[in-house]
């Protein structure tokens, strides 16, 4: 008898059990979607802005950068990603000095563990929020932060 | 109702006239088998579409909705791509066999497809035994799914392959009694009388209990001879990567994934016919006016949209359940299907005897 | 908390270990690492022939640090040993008193080379068969002898045990792992289910699962190796890439262990904000398992609705640290960022949204008799066992062993709030998949009393610009999403670590997969592959 009980109570136990699933998903089905329709949404999708997507070296209105080419964030880097090539320069007042010349960043080889900006004494290098990274030649990950002709913000600015 | 026999009748006159008639009965069958292998490949782009489309709304998604308007173009553009994938032959393989596999499988799916009854006239195979025909035409295609998996040289595919055996032979025995049961309520083999049988209230509703229940069962055991979930232990993904057809590329395994698609359909469209009244409107006795109403409405919708329906029921349950194990399988199949069908069948020999049907 | 440490010469290493086994209870191995102390110099060789414990100064040679724990005492101690033979250097096995030590003893063979004499199975663990040389060695170069192979590597079905002869030579019997008439399949290194690149030869008779064999590997990126060369704040960014859903943890462990080393106290805030963020992804971790155990149980629907709420998580995380996978946020003595003005406000919005939904889990999922038919009574774990191989996390408290580190040693703010360790005690997957969700409540609890008051305080300590460490060796260790993720670090003083190693959360889960797949199914092996929930890149490291 208490077989036979086990028998039909696993049988209906299970077919509700089973209805409460369909139950469940069918409620699913009337519910919103959620998927995001990139790139239809590019024009609203704000990415956070912590968000760590490629370095980048800000340039004020008149092409100055706060970059003095100490390479401490050379330094830090553990992939070298970043190659600082600079020169040394003779300043009006007649003391040497280092000056960059190009600030080379391999976005192929970065894993964005921060310690570059972390190491920087002058906040020149931050995180932008750009994500589209993606190009057809390995080469073009290899990016010049700095802007043509750019030179190192004076003390004030 | 239009009768559809009208048609066919009217065109086989006209080849009459232009030919003899040995000729004219070659060139319908050749007719008719373009027709059938057309609406074999349309049905199966609008079940593939439909099958993508209602998973994602079960699982908060929008489903493909790139390639053309909604993505109804999806199917046809995954179509060309398998078209232009190289068709390789694995080592190792048994080639006749291998080659073979596909088309055997295709072959019992196309025998089932042509006997259903998609409107009033419009059987290509309507005979005295229909339902008989039926359930061993089905049957041919677990050889194909045998022999694909034994000749891939591949054990992922054997051990699908052999799972799939015994499911399919397994569960072949509930979906038949299932079936049974309602041709002992309806009288007959012949799947055009059964039809005829539901002008006044479809098997379901006449039937009663036992009907619902064999309805149920058939549903089950249906979903378990198309392999799909929560019965798609022959090819499952996360054990076997893609089971017994792990190893066809283009359209060797187009034709498995057509030939899936399409028993879920000719699974749903058997139910239809046998249990949900087939190309018959829905009346309700004593209200006349709906039941004119209904009867505009013409008989090959009616069956696709309950086909459909069916399609719909079964696509929900593959979405909601977690997949089965083979022993778990077969304990549901033997220790419950089968004894409850066979008391079902025997709860209707009953109900049939003593009149107790509406 | 300073703990004892004993050394002990191979010699009499197998006895005393025997001892400490049975008479103090030490019976759970919590970690094993291999080390090399350095080529020992003629004067140092005659001091170790003569002194059985040498002490730590003069320790050299290759050698393994054993860290024990009393289950029942609570007591721990941590054990070391050397040999100076560099060119056979071999040591008596411990797997047979703690059969978890087996993958350890590989990996320290395959790294080191140090032979274990009555190892059933000494194979390399992780690099190729026909690697040359042992990489962790002080003075061995990976490079030079190892280019880049493009030919397959065989797979051999022997392996090989050592035992030590009278006059300390070792002679070599071979094993077989599989005849050549069982039916083997590889599941894996490519397969759905193993959830990263882990490969098991399983060898079948019909769905029967007679035996696993478990190749590690495939994902093996020498992190202990590089860390060798890297300062320590560099070593940081590494530790998100081992288990990635312990992201947080893991880098928790390291920086814990680190600020130990500095004698650096970290301000409350920190404790309390990284105490929340581990709860955040301890969560996440715990979603994605129940979303992965789903799709492999053929419960797609389910896996995406995992997948829904799991979103929510990582867009918290992203908003404070910028990070989804690769979180970046603990720092040595402070954390990256403070927390973005946003998150309080989030967090309190996530809490009552998970508990709605993990209701929607339990009716789609839990309750569901196929599911329940398959996870009830399937890969048995005896709580003895989860010990013995050290199965720590939710498949140990399944098993009904209260491992969790939070509660035996806390560390940030666990002794300040109030959570329920769950414990199931049928060590099945189903208790297994239960632990879990049911540790998600607890980790909303732990979050619920924290964010109201997350006190005030520096969110970084002033740190030197160059991070040295003084002499000596630390095991930290946390309760990550998985298990008890330790680290160990030796330091000479440079600003790079001697040696940095990683307790694998996921390597004593992979190792009883063996014996809980046995006369299991197929089916089965996926379902408990499923719920004992490991991470390749934790195991490869």
């Not at chain 1, 040497?96 to 010349?101: C, D, I, S, T, V």
């Not at chain 2, 232009?18 to 074999?40: D, H, K, N, R, S």
């Not at chain 3, 709030?417 to 632990?435: L, N, P, Q």
Request: one cysteine or more; aromatic letters at 10%; a negative charge.
């Amino acid at each position: 008898m208490k077989n036979k009980n086990n028998y039909f109570g696993i049988l209906f136990q299970g077919l509700s059990s089973l209805g409460v699933g369909l139950k469940t998903t069918m409620k699913e089905f009337f519910t919103k979607k959620i998927t995001e329709q990139y790139p239809e949404n590019r024009n609203e999708l704000q990415m956070f802005d912590r968000f760590r997507g490629a370095l980048t070296m800000p340039h004020n209105a008149d092409n100055e950068h706060h970059c003095i080419a100490c390479g401490l964030c050379q330094n830090a880097c553990p992939n070298g990603s970043i190659r600082v090539v600079s020169e040394m320069v003779e300043t009006e007042d007649g003391k040497k000095k280092k000056q960059l010349l190009r600030y080379e960043y391999n976005l192929g080889s970065c894993m964005f563990c921060q310690l570059c900006t972390n190491a920087c004494p002058h906040d020149a290098i931050q995180f932008s929020n750009e994500f589209e990274s993606a190009v057809f030649d390995r080469n073009k990950l290899i990016r010049t932060l700095n802007n043509p002709g750019s030179k190192v913000a004076t003390k004030k600015s | 109702m239009f009768d559809f026999s009208i048609v066919t009748n009217w065109i086989h006159q006209w080849l009459l006239s232009l030919m003899p008639q040995g000729w004219a009965i070659f060139t319908e069958c050749v007719a008719v088998g373009i027709g059938i292998i057309l609406l074999y490949a349309l049905l199966a782009i609008i079940l593939i579409y439909m099958e993508r489309k209602v998973c994602a709304a079960f699982q908060c998604r929008l489903g493909p909705n790139r390639v053309g308007p909604w993505g109804c173009i999806q199917v046809i553009c995954d179509v060309l791509k398998m078209l232009t994938k190289e068709i390789f032959t694995p080592k190792g393989v048994d080639k006749k066999l291998y080659n073979l596999a596909p088309y055997m499988i295709l072959l019992a799916s196309f025998l089932t497809f042509a006997c259903l009854p998609i409107s009033k006239g419009l059987e290509v195979l309507d005979f005295n035994v229909g339902v008989f025909f039926l359930l061993a035409a089905s049957s041919i295609g677990v050889v194909g799914i045998l022999l694909a998996g034994w000749s891939s040289n591949n054990k992922f595919s054997i051990i699908g392959a052999m799972r799939s055996g015994a499911q399919i032979i397994s569960y072949e025995l509930s979906a038949g009694m299932a079936i049974l049961t309602m041709v002992v309520l309806s009288g007959t083999m012949q799947i055009s009388e059964i039809v005829g049988m539901q002008t006044n209230g479809w098997l379901i509703f006449t039937g009663h209990i036992p009907a619902f229940v064999a309805f149920i069962i058939y549903l089950i055991a249906g979903n378990a001879e198309c392999n799909r979930g929560p019965f798609d232990l022959p090819e499952a993904e996360s054990e076997l990567t893609a089971g017994y057809h792990t190893e066809y590329s283009g359209m060797g395994f187009g034709f498995f994934y057509l030939a899936e698609y399409l028993n879920l359909f000719i699974v749903a469209a058997i139910a239809a016919t046998v249990f949900l009244g087939g190309w018959m409107p829905l009346h309700i006795p004593g209200l006349d006016g709906f039941n004119t109403i209904m009867d505009y409405i013409p008989g090959f919708i009616w069956y696709f949209g309950k086909a459909f329906f069916v399609v719909f029921l079964l696509m929900w349950m593959r979405w909601s359940f977690p997949r089965l194990r083979i022993d778990q399988i077969l304990s549901l199949e033997w220790k419950y299907l089968v004894p409850i069908s066979m008391i079902n069948l025997l709860v209707m020999a009953l109900v049939v005897t003593f009149g107790w049907h509406f | 908390m300073m703990q004892e440490t004993l050394y002990i010469a191979p010699a009499e290493l197998h006895n005393k270990m025997k001892q400490l086994k049975e008479v103090e209870h030490m019976d759970y191995l919590r970690s094993l690492t291999g080390m090399d102390w350095g080529v020992a110099t003629p004067a140092d060789e005659e001091s170790s022939s003569t002194t059985s414990d040498c002490a730590p100064s003069t320790l050299v040679g290759l050698g393994v640090v054993y860290h024990l724990e009393s289950t029942t005492t609570g007591k721990r101690i941590c054990v070391k040993t050397s040999t100076t033979d560099r060119e056979h250097p071999h040591l008596p096995t411990v797997t047979d008193l703690w059969i978890g030590a087996e993958l350890p003893e590989r990996e320290v063979y395959d790294f080191f080379g140090i032979i274990f004499t009555g190892h059933p199975d000494m194979r390399r663990l992780f690099l190729r068969e026909d690697w040359v040389g042992f990489p962790l060695r002080k003075d061995n170069n990976p490079e030079e002898e190892n280019p880049l192979r493009m030919n397959n590597e065989e797979t051999i079905d022997t392996t090989y045990i050592y035992k030590e002869k009278e006059d300390g030579s070792l002679v070599r019997k071979e094993r077989k792992l599989f005849e050549s008439d069982e039916y083997v399949i590889n599941i894996g290194p490519q397969h759905p289910a193993t959830h990263g690149v882990l490969r098991f030869r399983a060898s079948l008779v019909g769905e029967v699962i007679n035996k696993i064999d478990v190749h590690c590997g495939y994902i093996h990126r020498g992190i202990e190796k590089m860390n060798e060369s890297l300062t320590y704040p560099q070593t940081l960014a590494l530790t998100d890439r081992l288990d990635y859903l312990s992201a947080m943890q893991s880098r928790h462990a390291l920086c814990m262990c680190i600020e130990q080393a500095m004698g650096v106290e970290v301000s409350d805030r920190v404790k309390v904000i990284r105490t929340i963020m581990d709860e955040l992804q301890r969560i996440d971790s715990h979603i994605l398992f129940f979303s992965c155990l789903c799709q492999d149980m053929g419960a797609t629907t389910a896996f995406l609705y995992g997948f829904r709420d799991r979103e929510k998580i990582l867009d918290i995380l992203e908003e404070t640290c910028g990070g989804r996978l690769i979180i970046n946020y603990n720092t040595i003595g402070g954390v990256q960022a403070d927390l973005h003005p946003n998150f309080v406000k989030r967090v309190k919005e996530l809490i009552p949204y998970l508990r709605k939904n993990i209701q929607e889990y339990h009716a789609i999922f839990t309750g569901n008799i196929i599911a329940q038919s398959r996870l009830k009574g399937t890969g048995v774990l005896s709580r003895h066992d989860a010990i013995a191989y050290g199965a720590t996390g939710g498949t140990g408290r399944a098993s009904g062993w209260a491992c969790d580190v939070r509660k035996r040693i806390p560390y940030a703010a666990y002794d300040r709030v109030d959570f329920k360790e769950v414990i199931y005690t049928e060590g099945d997957c189903f208790a297994r998949y239960m632990v879990r969700l049911d540790e998600i409540e607890q980790s909303l609890c732990i979050i619920e009393q924290l964010i109201d008051n997350i006190p005030e305080g520096n969110i970084q300590e002033k740190m030197k610009p160059i991070i040295r460490l003084p002499e000596g060796s630390w095991y930290t260790a946390v309760e990550s999403s998985r298990g008890e993720f330790g680290v160990y670090l030796e330091s000479r003083g440079d600003k790079t670590p001697y040696r940095l190693h990683y307790r694998s959360t996921g390597l004593p889960l992979v190792a009883v997969v063996d014996s809980l797949t046995r006369g299991a199914k197929i089916a089965d092996l996926i379902a408990i592959g499923g719920t004992l929930d490991y991470i390749v890149p934790d195991i490869d490291r």
